[in-house]
């Protein structure tokens, strides 16, 4: 079974709504203590944020951690590879999307986790690290005009990365324009995927997340994720 679980949120914690999920997260793999892999190449491997993971992961959730630092350490690829495939899950984290799709593809990781995705190894993305996971993503570029860039495809669909208030013209003109069918999440919450189709939500507020895309008459739609 291929499982990953997308996180839309800027932060490991902040509520009881985010730690629910990661509650969540490792009580699914009904194992006393998972091993987690934690990819925070996306903050520049930032201290705090392995900090943080650690405080959540090891001292509250009780699971065995295993940092991998593409920014500041050198790994050879059969490292990289035994320590993803003894994992139970890989948590890639939250920072900039580009930064983190450099150095997955520089390092071969791309290739390390898709194969972990399809041996069933739980993937799970938080911010950047969940809209990396996705076949393309919508993001600002330096003019904050909104732009369709690829992410590493595994789950052959759009990502909107932009939040509520960035729903406007350009940006719906976009997802007409090229015909994309895009996921919008609204902060803390979460999807969970199984076998590339949305099992369920994870969320405990009444705000929507919802499906974007262009109706026969090329209007833009809203679907509600149930």
């Given at each position: 079974m291929k499982n990953i679980i997308s996180i839309k949120h800027n932060k490991l914690e902040d509520s009881s709504n985010i730690m629910n999920i990661h509650k969540y997260i490792v009580e699914s793999t009904e194992k006393l203590k998972p091993r987690v892999s934690y990819i925070s190449a996306a903050s520049y491997d930032s201290f705090k944020e392995i900090e943080e993971f650690y405080k959540i992961y090891s001292e509250i959730l009780g699971c065995s951690i295993i940092p991998i630092t593409l920014t500041n350490k050198e790994y050879d690829f059969e490292e990289l590879e035994n320590i993803i495939y003894n994992s139970d899950i890989l948590f890639l984290g939250d920072?900039?999307?580009?930064?983190?799709?450099?150095?997955?593809?520089?390092?071969?990781?791309?290739?390390?986790?898709?194969?972990?995705?399809?041996?069933?190894?739980?993937?799970?993305?938080?911010?950047?690290?969940?809209?990396?996971?996705?076949?393309?993503?919508?993001?600002?570029?330096?003019?904050?005009?909104?732009?369709?860039?690829?992410?590493?495809?595994?789950?052959?669909?759009?990502?909107?990365?932009?939040?509520?208030?960035?729903?406007?013209?350009?940006?719906?003109?976009?997802?007409?324009?090229?015909?994309?069918?895009?996921?919008?999440l609204r902060n803390e919450s979460a999807l969970e995927w199984i076998d590339n189709k949305i099992n369920k939500i994870i969320s405990s507020s009444k705000k929507k997340s919802y499906m974007i895309e262009r109706d026969t008459n090329n209007n833009i739609q809203y679907t509600e994720l149930i």
């Open positions: 920072g900039d999307i580009l930064l983190l799709y450099n150095y997955l593809i520089s390092n071969g990781m791309d290739i390390i986790l898709k194969n972990a995705y399809l041996k069933g190894i739980k993937i799970v993305g938080i911010g950047a690290g969940s809209s990396i996971l996705y076949k393309n993503i919508l993001i600002k570029n330096r003019s904050s005009a909104p732009i369709k860039i690829n992410g590493l495809n595994f789950l052959d669909i759009c990502i909107n990365n932009l939040d509520s208030e960035d729903l406007k013209d350009d940006l719906l003109k976009l997802i007409i324009r090229q015909n994309l069918r895009c996921l919008h």
